[in-house]
Structure formats: structure tokens, C-alpha cells
């Protein structure tokens, strides 16, 4: 038998085959974009997940006999808004994580409950990314598609309705909403009351193990899944991501350098960063929660250095010479650490642990004649690894100190940066042979949802090993006056970023 993983992710979905013994034997990864029409925004059609998903598993479907699925696990980005009316059509495109657009709302609906009580409910502040202040900035701004609302859903299972016509999530995603009772594992009262909106919006949030659906005869035909073949709930992203690591005990830790940059820890009982400053969601892992610091841009920005920056790169690779990363990486090790006095804020799209500001900028800072190209490419990675270091160095505040941290996400493939990180986090990190993310997460979770496995922290003895270790090394102690200078840049510029922000939005 073989498990499906679903991974809808910002730009691409991620599919997984992923047999019995937990090997990968096959994947698929329809891209598709997502538009920006305005400065702050980000939005999707959520039909293009679905398009991408009909066409992944009738790849991964080349490979078997369909009859042998046993399940399918899903995962997604977390936080996006899809509104549906009462026959279940799309109302307006998605508005996803990375939109900033709703900070003033967040203003507001904390105003309306109290900051104590939403940190107490929903373990987080409520921060322009989640999902009930866009809701309230749909009210607002477009009654006219408010008032036809009839089901509110997250991305994941926008494709869960398309696959099964129910209307179900997990807990894990359900807690980056700002509506979730994180301690409870339920929706809050309290706060869709203080807000006025209907409980009936929301669907039913289950575990993430448990069986929610099961392929419809549409889904069926446009797919070639059988009908019939259960769709677990899965988690959202991160937590699926982490259980794909094998973060499923309490005191393990990884860090994940994907488009965004996220620093995950399981904990046994619900705790909350007296500030707020680490999010404190619910697990996949049945009855057990996570602490996360999340920030915008971490891989995204050495993206963005190499679009902008690396045209010399990328016509050399696209000539058959080597990736573009690759080239930029080689020259950036021949800097030393602090890369001579240049420091990078890598809050490309605004930020949001330690510093939840959707106005914060990034800039480089301490530039002089005396830098060239490879100076930039080093500056960038390590304020990527500062900024994972800061939610790092919050939850050894609250008492997590990992002796091992378990590296993912594509910035994993550049030695360079797996030492800088080992290096700055002064603590021993590893690589694991699931490489492929939250959708290897979300088959896991298929497995145990299926009855295949008994638990997921046995699924995940079972399936996942460690590969590779990296040391701290010599140069660790010499990031730390660097690190110190860059935790004093942001509150020195904040007023500064706000400016600017006002700036090219009036």
C-alpha cells in the first residue's frame, strides 16, 4: 500500500508518494504564481491549487495501480482566508500569509477582546498574517462579498472540499486563525463572539490524525482516485513539516529555511511566551501544542538577492554552468564571519518573530567601498541565520535547550550556511533523510490517520533516520558581537521603516 501527501504550498503543490516502509517513491510539483496588486498584498485563486493538485496525483497515479492508496494526508500554508458562498464557489481570491494588508484590524480586534485575553485564548497575538484579521478587512472594505459568505476555509482544505465536498480542518492550522481556543483544541466562543461572526462559518476541527473525508465521485473522475479512500485532516505547514522531521517529543527542535524561516518546538503541555513573541499553536501530534518563531523572508530572501543581484549567475547556470545559489555561496565563503562590518535585515516582507511589524524593511547596513558582491551574499545568509537565532534564543527563555537542532528546507542544501548555522546556534544540528518536508508530514499523518501505524511518534521511529551532522565550529564565538549589533538595528530603525511604509502607501 502507499500513502499520498498533499502540500499546498504558496507557489507550488507538493505532492508525495510515499510506500509502506516510508520511502519517497515518487513526487510531483506543479507551480502556479500568486499575485501582489498592490504594495502589502498577496493573493491567490484558490481553483489554481486544485488545477495543480488534479494534476499531481494523476502523476504520482502513473506509478501505481490507484487501488493501492491507502490514504491522503494534507498540508498547506497556513493563515490564508478563502471565502465560499452557500454552493460553495470561491467569493474572492485567497488572501494569504504574507499579506500585510490588515494590520489595522489587528489593531482592532484586540482592542475589542484585550490583549491579555487573546494571548490567553489563542496563545499569539493577532497578527496581520492570520487569518481572522482578514476576515474583518473583508467586512470592511467589501460587504458586498461579506455578506455571501457562507463558509470561511484554510488553503489545505479548500482542496480537501474539492477532493470530498466536506468541510473539515485540523487543529494545528485552525490555531494560526485567531479564532481557535489553542488550550481547549476548539473554536473560541469568545472570540467570534466580540467579533459578531457565525460559528457555522468555521468548519469542524478534528485532530490531525483523524480520517475527516473520503474522495468524492467527482474527485474521483478528475483525478483517478478511487472512490471512497479516506483524506486524513494533515496540519498546517509547519507542523506538518515538523512532524516530517521527526519533532514529535518534547525538547527537539528544528529550524527550517524555506521561503520563510521557522524555529519549531513540540511541548507536552500549553505554554505561552508571557509577550507573545513565539507562537504558541497546536501540534499534529494528537493532543500535544508547539512553540514557533516564524520569520517572513529567510530562504526568500536569499531568493531575492539572487533575482536581483545574481543575473551573472544565473546566465552562467542557465549556460550549463553551475546553480546560481552554488556560485553565489562560493564566493561568499571566502568572507569571514561578519563579513567585514556588513549586517543584513533580511525583513523583506515585513517580519514577525521576534518583531511582529508588517511596516519593518530590509536593508544592508555598514556598506563601504571596500565590499563587493561576495560580502553581500555572506551578509545575507548570516542575517538570516540572526534572525532564526532570535526565536531561538526566546524559547531557551522559556526553558528549551536543545542539545541537537534538525535542519530542513532548501537553504539546507549550502554547507556554507548549515555551519553558520550550527556556528551561531552554538548547538550541534543534523539533517534527516525525509528531505521532502511538510507533504512527507502529511503522508505520515496519513499513515496513523489509515490505521497503518499506531501513533505518529511511531510512524516517525520507524521512517525517519539521521544523516548528517555539523558541529559549531572555531569561528562560533566570532558572531557574537555581530549578533548583538544586529538585535539593536531594529528597534533603532523602526520608526524609521514606519516612515517609509507610510511613505509609499500615501
Known amino acids: 500500500m502507499y500513502y499520498i501527501g498533499l502540500d499546498v504550498g504558496t507557489s507550488s503543490v507538493k505532492a508525495l508518494l510515499v510506500s509502506q516502509n516510508g520511502e519517497v517513491v515518487r513526487s510531483a510539483t506543479p507551480e502556479y504564481p500568486f499575485q501582489t496588486p498592490k504594495p502589502m498584498w498577496a493573493e491567490t485563486d484558490p481553483d489554481v491549487w486544485w488545477d495543480a493538485t488534479q ?150 476541527v478534528t485532530e490531525s490524525t483523524e480520517a475527516t473525508a473520503k474522495v468524492s465521485a467527482e474527485a474521483s473522475a478528475s483525478t483517478g482516485l478511487p472512490v471512497g479512500i479516506p483524506i486524513i485532516a494533515g496540519g498546517g505547514d509547519q507542523a506538518a513539516q515538523a ?41 499534529a501530534v494528537p493532543g500535544k501544542w508547539h512553540l514557533m518563531g516564524v520569520m517572513l523572508s529567510a530562504a526568500g530572501s536569499f531568493q531575492w538577492y539572487k533575482n536581483q543581484l545574481g543575473s551573472e549567475e544565473q546566465k552562467r547556470e542557465e549556460a550549463g554552468g553551475p546553480n546560481a545559489y552554488d556560485s553565489l555561496t562560493a564566493g561568499a565563503e571566502s568572507v569571514p564571519a561578519g563579513s567585514e562590518g556588513l549586517i543584513f535585515l533580511p525583513y523583506l516582507s515585513g517580519e514577525r518573530t521576534p518583531h511582529p511589524d508588517p511596516h519593518a524593511r530590509g536593508c544592508f547596513i555598514g556598506l563601504s567601498v571596500r565590499h563587493e558582491k561576495r560580502h553581500l551574499t ?11 537565532n532570535d526565536s531561538l534564543e526566546l524559547m531557551r527563555g522559556l526553558g528549551v535547550n536543545p542539545e541537537e537542532i534538525i535542519l530542513s528546507g532548501g537553504g539546507t542544501r549550502s554547507a556554507l550556511w548549515k555551519q553558520m548555522l550550527a556556528d551561531v546556534f552554538s548547538s550541534r544540528c543534523s539533517m534527516v533523510n525525509a528531505l521532502e518536508g511538510a507533504a ?17 511518534e511511531s510512524a516517525c521511529d520507524e521512517w525517519i533516520r539521521q544523516t548528517e551532522v555539523v558541529e559549531p565550529g572555531p569561528e562560533g564565538g566570532s558572531y557574537d558581537k555581530f549578533y548583538s549589533i544586529y538585535r539593536s538595528l531594529y528597534p533603532s530603525l523602526k520608526d524609521t521603516f514606519h516612515s517609509l511604509s507610510e511613505s509609499s502607501s500615501s
Open 55 to 204: 494534476q499531481a496525483i494523476r502523476t504520482l497515479l502513473e506509478e501505481v495501480n490507484p487501488e493501492e492508496i491507502a490514504a491522503v494526508g494534507l498540508t498547506g500554508q497556513m493563515h490564508g482566508m478563502v471565502a465560499l458562498d452557500g454552493k460553495g464557489q470561491v467569493l474572492r481570491p485567497c488572501i494569504m500569509w504574507n499579506d500585510q494588508r490588515s494590520y489595522q484590524e489587528c489593531e482592532e480586534i484586540t482592542s475589542k477582546v484585550g490583549e491579555s485575553e487573546v494571548l490567553k485564548i489563542t496563545g499569539n497575538p493577532v497578527l496581520a498574517g492570520f487569518t481572522a484579521p482578514k476576515i474583518l478587512w473583508v467586512q470592511k472594505n467589501e460587504p458586498e462579498v461579506f455578506s455571501a459568505i457562507d463558509k470561511i476555509v484554510l488553503p489545505k482544505d479548500y482542496v480537501r472540499y474539492k477532493l470530498s465536498s466536506e468541510f473539515f480542518t485540523d487543529v494545528s492550522d485552525a490555531s494560526g486563525t485567531s479564532l481557535l481556543d489553542v488550550g481547549a483544541r476548539s473554536w473560541s466562543p469568545e472570540m467570534l463572539d466580540a467579533l459578531g461572526w457565525s460559528g457555522q462559518w468555521m468548519p469542524e
Open 243 to 283: 512532524v516530517g522531521c521527526g519533532i514529535v517529543r518534547e525538547g527537539l527542535v528544528s529550524a527550517t529555511l524555506g521561503t520563510s524561516g521557522v524555529v519549531f518546538a513540540q511541548s507536552d503541555e500549553y505554554r505561552v511566551e508571557p509577550e507573545g513573541k513565539l507562537h504558541a499553536f497546536c501540534h
Open 378 to 388: 555572506r551578509a545575507v545568509l548570516e542575517g538570516v541565520t540572526f534572525g532564526l
Open 440 to 456: 512527507y508530514g502529511a503522508a505520515v499523518l496519513a499513515a496513523v490517520g489509515c490505521g497503518d501505524h499506531s501513533s505518529v
